[in-house]
Every structure is written in C-alpha cells, then in structure tokens.
C-alpha cells in the first residue's frame, strides 16, 4: 500500500530546508529517495507493507505485527566494540543525544537493526526516555540495551536512516549481547571520500537540530599515516596529519585527517599498515543569509586491533581485510546468503589493497591460511558471523533473530543458527503459495530434519510469514540500501 503524506515528515522536511544549500548533498538526497522508493515499489509484491512518501521523505513500515520485521533493535555504546572510542569521544563536549527540534525534545540515539543489517538512528520524541535514563543522555552515556517494540507495524522506518520505536521494552539476552560487536563490527566498511552526497549508503547517525543537521558515519579500515609533517590543534587536542588509507571502492587515497592527541604516539614508528576505525564527521547548518554554503567535514581516525575484539587466535590487519572482502563479496551476490570467493580471487583483493603500502607485513601463519580452501574457510570462521567450506560462504543474516526468536530459547550457538538458516533457504524454495497446511507440516519437517525436533502445529504456522519476510523483503532490503546512489558508483 502505497500513500501520499506529507503532514507525518516534519523532521525530513526540516532536514531538507536545511540541506537545500547544499546542492550536491540535496542532490544526493533526491536520487537516494527516488532508489528507495523503486526498490520498496518492487519489495511491495513480496510483503505486506506501508510506503508513505512526498516530496521530501519516503518512510515504510509492515502492515502486521507478525511479520518479523522492525521488531529489534540494539542501542549500544560504541567502546563495547572499538574499545578507544565512546559516544562521548565522537559527537564532542558540549553536545548530547538530546536535541530541542521543531520545539518538541528528541533524543537521536545510535542504534543497530536486526532487519537492515546496519547502524541507524532511533529517534525518541518526549520529555523522557522510559527505557534510558535522560541524565545519562545528556552525559552521553550509553548502555547496551536490546529494544523488542511492542507493535512493529506502528514503526516507521525513513529512507534518511531514522526510525520510530513508538513503544519498546528492554529484552534481555546475554548469548547474543555477546554476538553483536561482531555484527557491528562486520557491518563497518571503508569510507566514500570526498562526496557528501553519498552519505546516505553509509548508515550515518543523524543528529538534527533546528538549524543543523550532522551526519556521523563509522568506517574500518586501514592506513599508513605521516608522522613527519604534523600540525598539532591545541583547542581541539588532535594532531592533523596526511594519511593512505583505503576507501570504499578499495582503492589507496591520499587525505588530510585528525588523530586525538592521547592516541597519536600509537601510530608513530610503525611504517607498515595498520587497522583504523575511522570517523567521518559532517554538518550542515542554514544560514539564509549566505547563498552559497559550505559543510564542515572532519575526518579522524582511531587506532584498532581486532586482536581485543576476536581475541588470541585473530590475525590483525589480515582479518580486518578479509572481513571487508567477505562484506562487499556479500553484498553483491544475488543469493540471499551464499557467496563463492576461492583463495585466488582473496588473494588477489588482498595484493590490489595492499599493494599502495611497500612496507606491509602480514601474519605468516595468515599468509598460508589463505592458500588453501580449509585455511580461508578457518579464518572466515573467526569472524563469527560467517560460515565457509572455503569455497561456498554463507552469512548469518542478524534478520534470522527476528525471523525466529521465538525458537531460539537461549541457543545461541552457530550450528544452531546454521541449521535456521537452511530452513528459512529450503522454507521459501520448497513452500506453495496460499497453502496453510501443507507449508506448516512442511516447517514442522524442516525443523526435524535441520534440528532434530518438531515444533508444534501452532508455533509452526507463527513461522509461516516471518520466514517469508526474512528472505524475501529483510535480506534484499538491507542489501540494497548500502548500494550507492545509481549513477554514483565509482
């Protein structure tokens, strides 16, 4: 269903106003709402869905509760992942999550969604947050938190990255708090330099306020900086130096970006590459006076070690690499979950990115890893959200918990993800159209089959649109929508 408002978009009205002045950053906006809005056209056939659009905004949202769709998200503070980083280090003193905007206060939160597979911004209108504390999001202080909505056919999801929860409870679940650093981290990808107008596709924290509008995006990875030809920034306690660094389309690029002061020394006396996170910081304020405006834009970057994050058997700059090869492999694949990458075609991408950096060094044992099947398929298995043959790989979609959280009872385990997987696979190739019946025996059989139980006849038939949604409307959605502007691609 497909309807025309222009009444409910106040807040992407307001961001239009705002970034008007831009004109390669409305621009880009334009294009990205008409790619939205054809992609959601297409998905309507699949799922029951809502598309409400005008001129400035296209929003959608499930027409039922039961579909799996928008029903989970994880609000989270990002130094649980990237352990020299935290909110406060990101949007700065002074600043908070907490805006006055079209007089009525927001809070703008960072947060991960289970069906689009990316960071987005859950936004909360009203005096007070019931599920966080508003004193913590004046202090920029986060905690983990799971939000389980109560009616996901009452959230709206903006194609400018901004969702309502409208009514949420805090989940608990420990299993699978301890699985999302490395979704987060899995969904980071190397930045688009040196053009506003894509910021769209990089999920970034949008912060509005009644004359500004900033975009935070968060990026992986790697670099070599020049700690020769410095220039220290007192007021702001960075030091801002030329770096190489790889971008999104894994090509070397030459920049000039910010280090914090406290982390500088990390970086100094290492030739070789090393992982970065890196932060792209961009606003936009309107100034009616001026006619021609120009956005602040700040690239800083952070040091990272994936060994902190995966651990004593994690290889360094090699898994940080092989998680943005698997991603954008991912990405553009046609099959929901399956890809194909063989040690030749890795070791290619490994020398086109490393090949900028004459002073690279890898891991040895990393380095034969990758010259086989088994070895490649091993280091993919660190990342913990893949699982490979070493020729076949297949992504653990984080849409599998809303498609089944009802079955999970704590099983956390990756086989056990797995053997969901393949039932949602073989569920939409095997399952007929306008048959009840047969598609929940047909589920109740998978579920044996995959997991060895069978689920009663009613949990059964709870599954029956879900996995539909998952696989035909959550997967190509979130897909889709770190697909860069058409026309943009480089």
């Known amino acids: 269903m497909r309807v025309m408002e222009s009444s409910k978009a106040a807040i992407e009205i307001h961001m239009e106003n705002i970034i008007k002045g831009y004109q390669n950053l409305w621009m880009g906006y334009k294009r990205w709402l008409f790619q939205v809005s054809t992609l959601l056209k297409e998905l309507e056939q699949e799922a029951r869905l809502s598309v409400i659009e005008g001129d400035s905004f296209v929003r959608f949202k499930s027409n039922i509760d039961n579909a799996g769709l928008n029903s989970l998200f ?10 020299s980083l935290t909110w406060r280090h990101l949007i700065g003193a002074g600043h908070w999550f907490n805006y006055v905007l079209l007089t009525r206060p927001t809070s703008c939160l960072p947060a991960f969604s289970f069906s689009l597979d990316r960071q987005i911004t859950l936004l909360y209108w009203g005096e007070s947050v019931p599920f966080l504390s508003t004193t913590y999001l004046k202090n920029l202080n986060l905690r983990n938190i799971f939000l389980k909505v109560n009616s996901p056919s009452s959230v709206e999801v903006s194609a400018a990255n901004i969702m309502w929860p409208k009514s949420a409870y805090p989940l ?61 920034f007192t007021d702001r306690s960075v030091v801002n130096t030329r770096a190489i660094l790889i ?23 290492r030739e070789s590459p090393r992982e970065v996170i890196f932060i792209k910081d961009t606003k936009f304020s309107h100034d009616p006076m001026m006619s021609v405006q120009r956005p602040y834009i700040r690239y800083t970057v952070y040091p990272f070690e994936s060994i902190k994050l995966f651990g004593e058997d994690s290889y360094g700059l090699l898994l940080s690499i092989v998680s943005m090869v698997l991603r954008e492999y991912y990405l553009k694949s046609s099959d929901p979950f399956l890809f194909t990458l ?31 099947r088994k070895g490649l398929s091993a280091l993919t298995s660190l990342l913990r959200v893949y699982v490979s043959d070493g020729f076949i790989f297949s992504y653990l979609h984080p849409a599998l918990f809303e498609c089944f959280i009802s079955s999970l009872k704590g ?8 053997g969901l997987q393949r039932i949602a696979t073989r569920y939409v190739q095997e399952s007929e159209p306008s048959r009840i019946v047969s598609n929940v025996l047909l589920i109740q059989k998978l579920f044996e089959e995959e997991l060895g139980f069978t689920l009663s006849y009613s949990k059964a038939e709870g599954h029956i649109i879900p996995l539909h949604t998952f696989v035909k409307v959550c997967v190509p959605l979130s897909k889709a929508l770190y697909i860069r502007s058409r026309g943009q691609e480089s």
């Open 172 to 232: 608990m679940n420990q299993e699978l708090e301890h699985l999302m650093p490395y979704y987060i981290f899995n969904s980071l990808m190397p930045p688009i330099l040196n053009n506003v107008n894509e910021i769209w596709s990089e999920a970034p924290l949008v912060l509005i306020g009644d004359k500004t509008v900033r975009f935070l995006t968060i990026h992986k990875t790697i670099c070599t900086i020049d700690v020769k030809n410095i220039r220290r």
């Open 411 to 418: 099983h956390i385990e990756k086989d056990y993800l797995v």
């Open 74 to 83: 994880f609000i989270y503070e990002i130094g649980n992942v990237i352990p």
């Open 247 to 269: 971008d999104r389309s894994f090509a070397a690029r030459h920049v000039y970006l910010d280090i914090p002061e406290e982390y500088f020394d990390q970086f100094v006396g």
């Open 342 to 372: 063989t040690p030749e075609e890795f070791r290619k991408c490994l020398v086109g990115i490393l090949s900028p950096f004459p002073y690279s060094q890898i891991n040895e044992l990393g380095l034969r890893l990758i010259e086989s």
